[in-house]
């Protein structure tokens, strides 16, 4: 038998799977989008997808790279470290400024996404003579500094991934029905829907006004706790944002604080998930303890920068930033924040609440 009739047996043997049709002109679901998901072989899809302000399903865009680069100022030797390595957007920017001298090193808590990244990291051209993805929250950057720092350069995009939020097994976004989930790390920890089953009335309320400002805390809080005395299980994102578009669709027009009920929905909603997220990944201690510790994981003369998406996020850093001034910890700190510029937010909507605060230590 010749190598061909083998090759025959082997296909024979194979089923022949037709890639996933959808229905109208254009994929709506996520897994459709099989274009969107490789980037590499539909550059044009994918151009299209950008030019029309969208990002495509499953990948992230990055955020004021040239202006973060500018702050870093990051030289062929430098030793590097990206705190949230996401995928790889800003990494692979610092890395190829290195120029094949120095070494960086990134952190990732979402395991799914870490081994993605560091895939496409090595078919970029980062190899582990230069790059290093590491498992870990960046809570533990004192853990981390200590065995691979100090760090010339340290970088922290506070946002949430564009791969985490598109996809609906992660339950990150109102948008698309999946598990009301919301962990980065899905190996640890209580999802948001356990969260919600477990809190009072009064804790669910707090935690969505202190989180995001929620203007209608009391009323979600109560419309949650009514359907969960009920017996109704809240264990999907379609579940809880049922239940904030009937709350919000029955408030009083005076009490609304956006222009439409229809935004006030929409605004509703996003808050609402918001608070839920940082509450499940405890996101706010995480970047009290983060701040904490960062000053010591930087060498003398080295540079930090933070992407911040929230108020709460950026006033924490700016407190962090001056009181690191006054006691010596820092040299220079920005004094006013570095926004996206106007084209790049209309490019990549996701970069409108976006601020950048750097420090040098």
């Given at each position: 038998?010749n190598?061909?009739?083998?090759?025959?047996?082997?296909?024979s043997g194979?089923?022949h799977?037709?890639r996933?049709r959808?229905?109208g002109?254009y994929?709506?679901?996520?897994?459709?989008?099989?274009?969107?998901?490789?980037?590499?072989k539909?550059?044009?899809?994918?151009?299209?997808?950008?030019s029309?302000?969208?990002t495509?399903a499953?990948?992230?865009?990055?955020i004021m790279?040239?202006?973060?680069?500018?702050?870093?100022?990051i030289r062929p030797?430098m030793?590097g470290?990206?705190?949230t390595?996401?995928?790889g957007?800003?990494?692979?920017?610092?890395?190829a400024?290195l120029?094949?001298?120095?070494?960086l090193y990134?952190?990732?808590?979402?395991p799914i996404?870490?081994?993605?990244t560091?895939?496409?990291?090595?078919?970029?051209?980062?190899?582990?003579?230069l790059?290093?993805a590491?498992?870990?929250?960046?809570?533990?950057?004192?853990?981390?500094a200590?065995?691979y720092?100090?760090?010339?350069?340290?970088l922290a995009?506070?946002?949430?991934?564009s791969?985490?939020?598109d996809?609906?097994?992660?339950?990150?976004?109102?948008?698309?029905d999946?598990p009301?989930?919301?962990?980065?790390?899905?190996?640890?920890?209580?999802s948001?829907?356990d969260?919600?089953?477990?809190?009072?009335?009064?804790?669910?309320?707090?935690?969505?006004?202190?989180?995001?400002?929620?203007?209608?805390?009391q009323k979600?809080?109560?419309a949650?706790?009514?359907?969960?005395?009920?017996?109704q299980?809240?264990?999907?994102t379609?579940?809880?944002r049922r239940?904030?578009?009937?709350?919000?669709?029955?408030?009083?027009?005076?009490?609304?604080?956006?222009?439409?009920?229809e935004?006030a929905?929409?605004k509703?909603?996003?808050?609402?998930?918001q608070?839920?997220?940082?509450?499940?990944n405890?996101e706010?201690?995480v970047l009290?303890e983060f701040?904490?510790k960062?000053?010591l994981?930087?060498?003398?003369?080295?540079?930090?920068a933070?992407?911040?998406f929230h108020?709460?996020e950026d006033r924490l850093?700016k407190k962090?930033f001056?009181r690191?001034?006054?006691?010596?910890?820092?040299?220079?700190i920005s004094?006013n924040v570095?926004?996206p510029?106007?084209?790049e937010?209309?490019?990549?909507p996701?970069?409108?609440?976006?601020?950048?605060r750097?420090?040098?230590?």
């Amino acid at each position: 038998m010749n190598q061909n009739q083998n090759q025959d047996k082997e296909n024979s043997g194979r089923v022949h799977r037709r890639r996933p049709r959808y229905s109208g002109r254009y994929p709506r679901k996520y897994e459709e989008k099989y274009k969107e998901h490789n980037p590499e072989k539909y550059k044009d899809t994918i151009e299209k997808v950008i030019s029309k302000g969208s990002t495509p399903a499953g990948m992230h865009l990055p955020i004021m790279v040239d202006e973060i680069l500018e702050v870093l100022r990051i030289r062929p030797g430098m030793k590097g470290l990206d705190c949230t390595l996401g995928y790889g957007g800003h990494s692979s920017k610092m890395a190829a400024c290195l120029a094949g001298q120095g070494h960086l090193y990134a952190l990732d808590a979402d395991p799914i996404e870490l081994a993605k990244t560091r895939v496409r990291m090595e078919e970029k051209g980062f190899g582990q003579d230069l790059f290093t993805a590491i498992h870990s929250n960046f809570r533990h950057i004192d853990r981390i500094a200590l065995e691979y720092g100090p760090f010339d350069f340290i970088l922290a995009d506070l946002g949430v991934s564009s791969m985490q939020i598109d996809n609906p097994d992660r339950g990150f976004s109102y948008k698309t029905d999946g598990p009301l989930d919301l962990r980065f790390n899905p190996e640890k920890g209580e999802s948001a829907a356990d969260r919600l089953a477990s809190l009072s009335r009064d804790e669910i309320a707090s935690l969505l006004y202190e989180n995001s400002d929620e203007p209608y805390a009391q009323k979600l809080a109560q419309a949650i706790v009514k359907v969960r005395k009920k017996g109704q299980a809240i264990r999907t994102t379609t579940d809880l944002r049922r239940i904030i578009e009937e709350t919000v669709r029955g408030l009083p027009e005076k009490m609304l604080m956006e222009r439409s009920r229809e935004d006030a929905v929409k605004k509703a909603c996003a808050r609402t998930f918001q608070a839920l997220r940082i509450d499940v990944n405890s996101e706010m201690e995480v970047l009290y303890e983060f701040l904490d510790k960062l000053p010591l994981a930087l060498r003398e003369g080295g540079r930090a920068a933070i992407l911040t998406f929230h108020s709460g996020e950026d006033r924490l850093v700016k407190k962090a930033f001056s009181r690191g001034l006054k006691e010596g910890l820092y040299s220079e700190i920005s004094r006013n924040v570095i926004r996206p510029t106007a084209q790049e937010c209309h490019r990549n909507p996701r970069a409108r609440s976006t601020k950048l605060r750097w420090a040098v230590r």
